[in-house]
């Protein structure tokens, strides 16, 4: 028996110890570009005794290792990654920690003492039941704070966004939090989710329904009652509860049904009176707060081309094309297996995520649209694999909005004015043209071709993904086809007889002239080198005379009675 008895006694002690500090705040994502300076976590003694730190560790979310310390009963410790920072902006001493950051979208955070013990761990997370962005939190300025140092504090709906204003603006964003000192929150605002009034001998009501998780609060208005669930009397409960011997003081029990079933329970004294209750614990019906839609039907517009299903939380999947099209944040475009597209987009977040080509992604979030373009607004971005086929592009002869953030390809297009490729400011515009259409193709600078020189080449296929960018409704204009990388300039093979349109030109490449082989009347015939300059040239009886142009690419310009035709060919002395 003295064994058993030091056994329990150890046993005792060792459970207090391991509930003497918690996380209490938590900035995991302050509004700052580039690197987070202002990352911290709080630790809390809440015990009635001081705490040795000598050896604990963080074995989860940043690296560090405590050499010694104490922290102190009813003590605060922070700790960051630039504790320079910190006192600058809050005015308080951290511990800095070894190395490692917070994730933006939430991660683990976990605590051991030096025998390896869990002290404190918790998993954040930036998505409800946890505050959000919508709240201040996650980048807009406010840290999280626990309403009690000893509620559960994996349960997001225990975390609040920091009341306590600091006075200090960064990125247009102000900044809130209590770090090193006493929350701002301090009401966990839990309530029961029924209510029993015992009196008079009966339960009001005596028989309810209630979800799995919830809790039934039992208040005594009179009378000498009890509440009775135990096993030992309902043995049938999937589990028991019990408020003791009955009283006949103003009391209050409660109890929160976490299996699900059907719980009888009664008043001891008065069960014989038919004071008897029934509790009946279903699953709840969960709704999702971003239920699964495809990309053709978050992307579908009205006649104003505005979005149909603006401001609806989803959740999209699709195949990555493209790169990144945003420095900082998210800027990209998915597709489904039919060619059917829609952007993606956050401001100044990444999520983690490095935009690849290829990668099949779920992403959850809200339809929104910008200058037309309709896209989802990143919440949630997950990776569910890599390395996936690519769909063929779309061959058109016209922007349509029903293709917006598809692949597209032109074919047999050339530069219509070579000098708009300037290489210079957030992208710029480039016009191609087949003669009788004019297409405006957008050469945005995260892409590779924002650098390089204009593709050389008389004639090209382009392809690229279908963007828009039109100030005001109705959103029916402003259309750009934005190339992802330089092999979406594809040069059409000129080295080689050609026959385009129902014509033929020979031969390719051509000496001193050329023969052409076309039913309808030629009134006009020019080439165009990769320059842009126009040379006229000389046509009789089908034969164009081209003794006058250097070695090079050119297109030849013909101008019948109806239509531009445009051929690529070589000169080659």
């Not at 900035?27 to 001081?50: A, K, Q, V």
């Not at 003590?75 to 902006?89: D, E, F, P, S």
């Not at 009341?163 to 209590?178: A, F, L, P």
């Not at 309808?520 to 126009?534: F, H, L, P, R, T």
């Amino acid at each position: 028996m003295k064994h058993l008895y030091l056994f329990i006694i150890m046993l005792y002690v060792s459970h207090a110890m391991h509930g003497q500090i918690s996380i209490t705040e938590i900035s995991y994502n302050p509004p700052e570009m580039g690197n987070d300076s202002l990352e911290y976590i709080e630790l809390f003694n809440h015990s009635e005794s001081d705490v040795d730190l000598t050896g604990y560790k963080f074995s989860a979310g940043v690296n560090h290792t405590f050499a010694e310390g104490t922290l102190a009963k009813g003590a605060y410790l922070l700790l960051a990654g630039n504790t320079q920072a910190i006192k600058n902006v809050f005015g308080v001493d951290a511990t800095k920690w070894t190395d490692g950051a917070l994730l933006n979208g939430g991660e683990e955070i976990t605590l051991l003492d030096g025998a390896g013990n869990t002290v404190t761990s918790v998993t954040f997370k930036d998505v409800a039941p946890w505050p959000t962005r919508a709240e201040g939190t996650d980048g807009d300025g406010r840290s999280i704070e626990i309403c009690n140092p000893k509620a559960d504090p994996n349960d997001g709906a225990n975390w609040k966004v920091s009341e306590n204003k600091i006075d200090v603006t960064i990125e247009g964003y102000e900044v809130y939090g209590t770090p090193g000192k006493a929350n701002s929150i301090s009401d966990c605002g839990t309530t029961p989710d029924a209510t029993v009034i015992v009196s008079s001998n009966v339960f009001t009501p005596a028989d309810i329904t209630i979800n799995v998780g919830e809790t039934v609060e039992w208040t005594n208005t009179g009378g000498n009652h009890n509440v009775n669930g135990s096993l030992a009397t309902f043995p049938s409960n999937p589990e028991g509860f019990y408020s003791g011997a009955a009283s006949s003081d103003a009391w209050s029990f409660s109890f929160t049904f976490n299996l699900p079933g059907i719980y009888q329970y009664q008043c001891d004294p008065h069960a014989s009176l038919g004071m008897i209750g029934r509790i009946t614990v279903i699953m709840p019906v969960v709704t999702d707060p971003f239920p699964k839609y495809e990309i053709t039907t978050a992307s579908t517009v009205n006649g104003a081309g505005v979005a149909d299903s603006l401001g609806v939380n989803c959740t999209l999947e699709g195949i990555v094309y493209g790169g990144n099209l945003r420095a900082t944040g998210l800027q990209f475009y998915i597709v489904d297996e039919n060619n059917n597209g829609i952007g993606v987009f956050d401001n100044s977040f990444d999520f983690g995520y490095t935009v690849t080509e290829g990668d099949k992604i779920q992403v959850k979030g809200a339809i929104a649209q910008y200058n037309g373009l309709t896209q989802i607004d990143v919440s949630e971005l997950t990776v569910l694999s890599s390395g996936n086929d690519l769909v063929n592009p779309k061959i058109i002869d016209t922007y349509l909005e029903n293709d917006e953030s598809i692949l597209e390809s032109i074919q047999n297009f050339s530069f219509k004015d070579p000098s708009q490729w300037i290489g210079t400011g957030s992208g710029f515009n480039v016009t191609m043209t087949n003669g009788n259409t004019d297409f405006v193709v957008r050469i945005d600078n995260d892409v590779d071709l924002y650098t390089m020189s204009i593709p050389d080449g008389a004639l090209f296929n382009v392809k690229g993904m279908l963007s828009q960018f039109d100030s005001s409704e109705p959103y029916d204009s402003g259309y750009q086809l934005i190339p992802r990388y330089a092999l979406d300039f594809e040069k059409v093979s000129s080295s080689e007889d050609v026959n385009i349109h129902d014509i033929k030109i020979y031969p390719n490449p051509a000496q001193d002239v050329l023969h052409l082989n076309l039913e309808e009347q030629i009134n006009e015939v020019s080439a165009i080198n990769i320059d842009g300059k126009s040379f006229d040239l000389t046509f009789d009886g089908g034969i164009v005379n081209v003794s006058n142009l250097i070695d090079g690419t050119y297109i030849l310009k013909l101008q019948t009675e109806n239509k531009t035709l445009h051929i690529p060919f070589i000169i080659k002395h």
